[in-house]
């Protein structure tokens, strides 16, 4: 069994699900479309490079101040969404990808064209983790994740957020403080995916500017609409099919990009809600075969 | 609910793709298939290929046949790791080969090293690779040995007084640049202009433009060879006649062919003499514009000589991690590479003749070599 | 002198800019969709004019004729094919359709012609101009004439004729245009069309004047195009070609001083989100 590999594959894909997750909170809930996802995923990665080999913090020290750091980040680059909505919000999201990448190349501090490399693997109990540790570790972040992710979900901001998401104006209407609840979602988001960024940089050792493109962006996106915007089983099954298929595609390896680019296309046409979102015909399925399931039982009693 | 899930796939996944074929001698190799890199990548692919097929028609390795596994990594850090790991543990190769650049070869060289397995890096020159540990090999030529060499070729071959510098902004790029820059100050010429420019510029009228108020009789412009066309065309449209040096970047008919006339009386500092009688030379150009239908490049050529080595070390000592290291750093005059010969390996690189070639008639051709020993063993060793 | 030579540059570069712009601008206007299809039309355009270069006829204005055809009609398909049907839906639906066709799009071109760079084999048969202050080369010459050419029939067109009226009262209100009598399927794939044809011919003029067609062509271009429609106010067309012009000269001006050496796509992006901030509906935004 090639357990490493399938430990690995495995592993970036509980960060994946991480971002997905994260990105579902501004994107699913909140209905603000961002296609700088990567932005975050990379300030954290960086962040938590810089303070492990060039402050020598441990990951755990180094854990707490990458949530500060990307929460305040989110905050302030949630700041535009203020004043832009919409289309206007897509682009500078765009952007920031551009941008951040821009600044880690640009400034030596950040390590600039040549990276940071000898980023260390976290220890526990002076031990380094080793591949079936650290897949436990992103396990336990994107269990946390999921949980933290569900509870906010069945709480008023949630609802706050759906509703602005849905109609501003409206819910400005009804007193929802629209600008406070924007910038959650954003820095809730952003807190995220700087721990999923954080992960990234400490199982692959080393960060350079152009691991966190625009690229990624589109694909953490793509993960959510396959997956079903808006809940939480949607983000996690979005991110398993596309990390996972690639892995399996590798046979037509060279026409990958072109059945994920066609699969996002005709998805998003033919099952905008994803194949996990509410009403999607997977989950429709489900209901029916459960309430035809239950009905039976229903009969059957006496 | 979902764990399970994913745990049924992860199963399904690797039952549904395991299998050893016995006999054969594996050697693993990531490329960059698609995306931004794809070029070099098939390049790369297509280098490897040839040797394989070389070795094999000559009767394989010590009579077991060689099995190329290649995946595509997408020149991305993660998919590389990914890769590393399928290679090492589910298609057990001997030996892995990087046809990748810097930032997926260093993640797949950690993990190369970490499970015992060797691993030898064909054109990724970042510093850290080969830092990694006891089994990460280079062949392609480190970014020291080609400015210091370019260093000494401005100043004392061509005579340049005035340089101007224009430096592509990644660890290729700087790291030249550097090099080059310590290289010609040492030698008493003076820089009249330095600048960093972004990968995938193509727009380079403006900073040519700056360049020329400069007046430098020299130019040493870092770029891959899509972005050396551009400098090189733009500069010779703006009436620049300084010399243009360039690098290994450079060393692809494409470059020649999308600069055009601008491109005649380029110098570059590379490790392909295409001039050169050795036959493997010339077997690999002749087998390369067969095969992918444009001439051979640098990339490609690099990719060809990692197999070619990995291939010598498994003849001499079989397939144990250690030998092979040992076989690799014995390595002494071998000639049946395309960008040597190599001379030795010294501090897991190899060490080989810098080759100076000039764009003439619309090909490249010999201009200059380097063999002497403080010019081509990198600093340090 | 050298002042001047620059300004040229400038005005090239953003000449090409307004040009990929001025189609997107037009869909937006009326459509409200962000098209980022539009980039690898620009790239179809480049790869049509090769392929009818090596392999019908080398005259360069034939190409340049086949190819914009060529694309007009497969931004109508695009239109027609995929977009008709989310005109009712959430506006992430066409966006995430336009990135899902792009991408697949530039792997086509990957898979058809292969990876690496080809060479753009055609002579535009102008001078090249040579003054005391400055150079205009044939390429740059052609660029800056047949640019010129396109916007003024694009302005008549708009302007004087009965099509532009229509893309007036859509892009106003689409449901009342259509009930007002304008054959609204007609005068959306018309715009497509033109908008299409002219990204078409900013990609066969790059192509020219690099001299360099390849996959990956449109990437740098679709988000930037991006910008200049932003900073042009979003459906103006006159303001993206302002904003286009103004681009070339920001780029141009920074990227001819020695010490800057911030990339050049993340100024245009961080210009944006500058404007964004201050003035919400773009530089040029009603103008």
């Known amino acids: ?302 | ?381 | 002198m050298a002042v001047l030579q620059q300004l040229i540059f400038a005005l090239v570069l953003g000449a090409t800019y307004g040009l990929i712009a001025v189609g997107l601008t037009m869909v937006y206007g009326i459509l409200k969709i962000l098209h980022v299809a539009h980039a690898g039309i620009y790239a179809l355009g480049a790869y049509i004019a090769l392929s009818v270069l090596q392999h019908l006829t080398p005259n360069f204005w034939g190409a340049l004729a086949i190819a914009m055809l060529t694309t007009g009609l497969a931004g109508v398909l695009i239109y027609r094919g995929v977009y008709y049907y989310t005109l009712r839906r959430s506006r992430i639906v066409p966006l995430i359709v336009s990135i899902g066709i792009f991408t697949a799009m530039n792997e086509l071109f990957r898979l058809v012609a292969g990876p690496y760079q080809h060479s753009f084999p055609a002579k535009p048969g102008l001078p090249t101009l040579i003054t005391p202050y400055f150079v205009i080369t044939s390429k740059q010459l052609l660029i800056l004439i047949l640019t010129a050419a396109f916007l003024i029939a694009l302005y008549l067109i708009l302007n004087r004729t009965k099509v532009g009226l229509a893309w007036q009262a859509c892009s106003q209100d689409l449901e009342m245009a259509g009930a007002m009598g304008v054959n609204v399927d007609w005068a959306v794939a018309l715009n497509f069309f033109l908008g299409s044809a002219l990204a078409g011919a900013a990609g066969v003029l790059m192509a020219l004047y690099r001299n360099m067609v390849y996959p990956t062509m449109g990437h740098v271009v679709a988000y930037k195009a991006f910008v200049v429609v932003v900073l042009g106010g979003f459906g103006s067309v006159r303001g993206c070609i302002l904003a286009g012009l103004l681009l070339g000269v920001v780029e141009t001006f920074l990227g001819s001083l020695e010490w800057f050496e911030f990339p050049r796509d993340a100024i245009a992006f961080l210009v944006l989100i500058l404007v964004l901030m201050f003035r919400p509906k773009g530089l040029f935004g009603r103008l």
Not at chain 2, 149 to 168: D, T
Request: charged fraction near 15%; proline fraction near 4%; include cysteine.
């Open chain 1, 1 to 302: 069994m090639p357990i490493g590999y399938i430990l690995t594959v495995g592993t970036f894909t509980g960060i994946f699900m991480i971002l997905t997750v994260s990105l579902n909170v501004l994107t699913g809930y909140a209905k603000q479309v961002s296609l700088g996802h990567a932005a975050f995923f990379a300030i954290g990665a960086y962040a938590s490079a810089i303070l492990t080999v060039k402050f020598g913090l441990s990951f755990w020290a180094a854990l707490p101040c990458v949530v500060g750091i990307t929460t305040l980040v989110g905050v302030f680059l949630g700041l535009p969404s203020l004043r832009v909505s919409h289309d206007f919000l897509v682009l500078s999201t765009i952007g920031l990808n551009f941008i951040v990448g821009s600044v880690f190349r640009y400034f030596s501090f950040f390590g600039g064209s040549m990276g940071i490399v000898g980023i260390p693997m976290p220890e526990f109990f002076g031990h380094p983790l080793g591949t079936a540790g650290f897949f436990g570790l992103t396990l336990l972040f994107v269990i946390l994740t999921i949980l933290t992710s569900f509870y906010f979900s069945r709480t008023w901001g949630r609802l706050a957020m759906e509703a602005f998401g849905e109609d501003e104006v409206a819910a400005k209407a009804m007193g929802i403080n629209v600008a406070k609840f924007k910038i959650y979602a954003f820095a809730i988001s952003s807190a995220y995916a700087g721990i999923a960024g954080a992960l990234w940089a400490h199982y692959v050792g080393s960060v350079f500017p152009d691991n966190f493109g625009f690229d990624r962006s589109i694909d953490i996106l793509a993960m959510l609409v396959l997956g079903g915007m808006g809940t939480i089983r949607g983000a996690v099954f979005g991110a398993l099919v596309l990390q996972m298929l690639p892995e399996g595609l590798r046979v037509i390896q060279n026409y990958r990009m072109l059945v994920s680019g066609g699969i996002l296309a005709l998805m998003i046409l033919f099952q905008p809600m994803g194949l996990l979102g509410r009403g999607s015909f997977l989950v429709k399925g489900f209901e029916r075969l459960r309430g035809r399931l239950v009905s039976h039982e229903a009969e059957d009693m006496p």
């Open chain 2, 1 to 381: 609910m979902w764990c399970k899930l994913g745990l049924a796939l992860l199963v399904i996944l690797a039952l549904g793709t395991f299998g050893i074929a016995e006999g054969n001698i594996k050697i693993g190799l990531f490329v960059p298939l698609t995306g931004f890199a794809a070029a070099d990548g098939h390049s790369a692919l297509v280098g490897a290929q040839i040797a394989v097929d070389l070795i094999n028609a000559a009767g394989g390795i010590n009579g077991r046949m060689v099995e190329l596994v290649y995946y595509d990594d997408a020149a991305r850090a993660d998919q590389a790791s990914a890769i590393a790991r399928k290679l090492i543990e589910q298609d057990q190769v001997v030996i892995g080969i990087s046809g990748s650049y810097s930032t997926p070869t260093r993640a797949a060289a950690a993990i190369f090293q970490q499970a015992g397995v060797p691993m030898i890096s064909a054109y990724a020159i970042h510093p850290s690779i080969i830092e990694t540990g006891h089994l990460i090999f280079r062949v392609g030529m480190g970014a020291p040995v080609e400015g210091i060499a370019g260093g000494h070729l401005a100043v004392e071959k061509l005579g340049a007084h005035r340089i101007a510098i224009l430096s592509m902004d990644n660890d290729f790029g700087v790291s030249l640049s550097e090099y080059f820059k310590q290289t010609v100050l040492g030698l008493g010429a003076e820089i009249v202009f330095e600048k960093r420019y972004s990968l995938g510029e193509s727009e380079f009228r403006e900073v040519l433009s700056s360049i020329r108020g400069a007046n430098p009789d020299l130019i040493w412009a870092t770029a891959y060879y899509a972005g050396a066309a551009n400098i090189v065309s733009q500069a010779r449209e703006l009436g620049i006649t300084a010399t243009i040096l360039g690098q290994e970047g450079y060393d692809s008919p494409k470059f020649i062919e999308l600069a055009g006339e601008a491109a005649e009386g380029v110098i570059i500092v590379t490790d392909l003499n295409r001039d050169s009688e050795r036959p493997v030379v010339q077997q690999f150009l002749a087998e390369f514009q067969a095969r992918a239908g444009i001439p051979a490049d640098m990339v490609g050529a690099s990719a060809f000589d990692a197999v070619k080595v990995a291939a010598y070390a498994l003849a001499q000592v079989g397939t144990d991690p250690e030998d092979i290291a040992a076989a690799i750093n014995g390595i002494r005059h071998m000639d049946d590479v395309v960008t040597g010969p190599f001379y030795a390996f010294l501090g897991r690189e190899a060490i080989r003749p810098v080759e100076v070639q000039i764009v003439q008639g619309g090909a490249f051709h010999f201009f200059h070599t380097y063999t002497d020993p403080t010019i081509i063993i990198p600093p340090g060793l």
